[in-house]
C-alpha cells in the first residue's frame, strides 16, 4: 500500500520534468544554431546580436533592467488583482443569475473585439503615465479569459449533485458553496494560466505605448539606441517573468484547491 501511495505521488514528478526536458532541448538547440549562424555570417550586433552577446549585455545592464522591471511587475500585480476581483464578481453574479448571463455574455464577447493597439494611446491621452492606463490594458486583456472560465466552471456542475442538495433543502448559496465553487476550479486555473501570461504582455505594452519606467519604455528607449542586444535581453526577462507567473498558478493551486490537479489522479 505504501509503495502504491509513493508511486502515485511520484507519478506526477516525473510526468513535469518529460513534458520539461523536450522544450529545453529544442531552445538550446535553437540558441546554438542561432550562436552558430551569427558568428558564421557576422553580421553586426545592432541587425542581431548573438546570444552570448545578449546575455553578457544583459548582466552588464542588470542595474536598469532591475530597475524598470519593479515597475512592470507593480502594474502586472495591481492590473491582474483588479481584473481577478471583477471577473470572480462577475461570475459569480451572472451564476446567481441566469437573465444577468443572457445580457452580459454578449457583451463579454463583444469586448474582445475593441482594438488595444488603438486603446490603449487615448488611455495615456485620459489617465496619463501612471499606473491607472497600465492596470485598465492589463484588465482589459486578462479580464475575458478568466470570466469565462469561471462561468463556464459553475455552469459545468453536474446537475444530479445540485438536484441532491436541493432536494434535502439545500439553499441555493449552500448549493454553489458546496458544489457549484469547487467544481469550477479546474476551469479557474486553467483560465488563470491564460491570463496571468497576458497580464506581462499587457503591462509591457502598455509601457511601450507611454510611461516613464519599466520594462516596456526600456525597450523603447534600447530600440531608439540601436541597442539589440538590451531589447533582447529585456525581452528574456519578460519571458521569464510570463514562466515564473506560470508556475506560481500551479503552486496555488495546490494550496487553494489541491482536488482539482489532474495529475494525481492518473495512471501512467
Known sequence: MATTRLARSSTPTRGGVGLVWPALLLVALGLVA????????????QV????????????????PIWENTVPTLQATAVGFTVSLALAWTLAVAVDFSPWLRRALTPLLV???TLPIIAIAPLLIIWLG???????????LVTFFP????LIEGFAST????TSLLRSMGASRWAQFRHVRLPGAMPSFFTALRIGITYAVTGAIFAE???ATAGLGIFMSVQKNSFRTDLVLAAVVVTALLSVALFALTFLVQRLVAPWSRDGGSRDV
Open 129 to 139: 503615465f501612471g499606473l491607472a492606463p497600465k492596470v485598465v490594458v492589463i484588465a
Open 146 to 149: 478568466m470570466a469565462v472560465g
Open 208 to 210: 511601450y505605448v507611454g
Open 48 to 63: 542581431l546580436p548573438s546570444p552570448l552577446r545578449v546575455v553578457e549585455q544583459g548582466w552588464a545592464y542588470r542595474g
Open 34 to 45: 542561432w550562436q552558430v549562424g551569427v558568428d558564421a555570417s557576422g553580421v553586426r550586433p
Open 110 to 112: 463583444a469586448s474582445q
Open 158 to 161: 453536474p446537475r444530479q449533485a
